[in-house]
């Protein structure tokens, strides 16, 4: 076993244990932990000259995981703004509420904050929290899948 992997295999468990009291979710306590661990393997030759190696992919853990719910708040305000539109269901076509449901999270949020809901690009940025050219460009792409999953519905009515 060389060195990376003996203090992985030594110290896991015990970080582990450690991010779940702060994450208080096992799947994002992997996910942190896991980035950690790569952050610190790709690092490995300065990391392991610490003082405590462990401290530090407990520190990046840690900072990954304010990241992470810094993220989950972001969608979850989003989500809540998107409460009125899923009252509104009866105003919009079951076909569109079906391609709506196959975008990618991502792009339907984008796509309802812009167009069911009204939201500027600049705002949906603010919202989401991307940068506003991400924003464009997953309205652009949104709007291309639901004009490809809509298409046939229109030609059926032609």
């Not at 991010?19 to 932990?33: K, N, S």
């Not at 990241?67 to 998107?82: E, G, T």
């Not at 464009?136 to 032609?158: I, N, T």
Request: avoid cysteine; hydrophobic fraction near 45%; charge should be neutral.
């Amino acid at each position: 076993m060389d060195d990376f992997e003996s203090f992985y295999v030594g110290s896991y468990r015990r970080l582990f244990h450690d991010l779940l009291l702060v994450t208080a979710d096992q799947a994002d306590t992997e996910d942190v932990l896991q980035d950690a661990y790569t952050r610190a393997a790709v690092r490995w030759r300065r990391v392991r000259s610490l003082d405590n190696p462990e401290a530090w992919v407990r520190r990046v853990a840690i900072n990954r995981s304010l990241d992470l719910h810094r993220r989950h708040s972001r969608q979850r305000r989003a989500y809540a703004r998107l409460a009125p539109a899923v009252e509104h269901q009866d105003d919009l076509s079951l076909e569109v509420l079906d391609a709506l449901r196959q975008l990618l999270p991502e792009l339907r949020q984008v796509v309802v904050l812009h167009h069911l809901l009204g939201e500027t690009v600049e705002s949906i940025a603010a919202i989401v929290g991307r940068p506003t050219g991400t924003v464009k460009g997953q309205l652009v792409r949104g709007r291309a899948a639901l004009h490809a999953a809509l298409s046939p519905a229109a030609e059926e009515l032609s």
